[in-house]
């Protein structure tokens, strides 16, 4: 996927702001990571009026950039690899970018469940209504339960792990056989 010059920029002014880089590169978690600054009860966390307007300026610019290069990537290889199987997608931690990438699957005409701890399938099947193998959302912690249902699944990460856990968990799904295949995403700027 490739991330053009402007919105490059107003991530990485998005992330200075936060000061953290940790959420660069996800537009969901900059999104409300700004508007909960925006919206801090507490005196000591809100930025001053001033600086409230410039994090408005922010928030409209990141959503002025228009669809996001990264969901136009994973869509097109949901649809292809879900021809030979099952296909989840490994989202961020929040709940807002599960159903952030749901939503835009949903919009290509691709049925997506969200996999939780609490909601789990009993085995995957053929999609009889989207010709095709399941498609799942779910972030990684969502994947942590009978290792035989992602047997055949492949992997696509919305954005690469974060954490030593999850990069090790990963590892060790591809290394031991549990999954397919899993693919990671590569920024590439203009």
């Avoid at 928030?59 to 136009?72: F, H, I, K, T």
């Avoid at 696509?156 to 990963?170: H, I, K």
């Amino acid at each position: 996927m490739t991330i053009g010059a402007l919105e490059r920029t107003v991530l990485e002014r998005a992330a200075a702001v936060l000061e953290s880089q940790e959420v660069a590169l996800s537009r969901p978690r900059l999104h409300s990571a700004l508007m909960h600054l925006i919206s801090a009860d507490e005196a000591a966390d809100r930025p001053s009026v001033q600086d409230i307007g410039m994090v408005w300026n922010l928030v409209d610019s990141l959503e002025a950039l228009g669809p996001d290069p990264r969901l136009d990537a994973v869509g097109g290889l949901v649809q292809q690899r879900r021809r030979t199987g099952p296909v989840i997608v490994v989202t961020g931690q929040l709940l807002a970018e599960v159903e952030y990438v749901r939503g835009s699957l949903a919009a290509r005409g691709i049925h997506a469940s969200v996999w939780t701890l609490r909601d789990l399938p009993k085995s995957f099947g053929i999609d009889e209504v989207s010709e095709g193998y399941p498609v799942v959302v779910a972030s990684r912690t969502g994947l942590e339960f009978d290792e035989s249902l992602l047997r055949d699944a492949t992997l696509v990460y919305f954005r690469s792990p974060q954490t030593d856990e999850d990069r090790a968990w990963l590892e060790s799904a591809t290394h031991t056989g549990t999954v397919r295949a899993a693919i990671l995403p590569v920024v590439e700027s203009v």
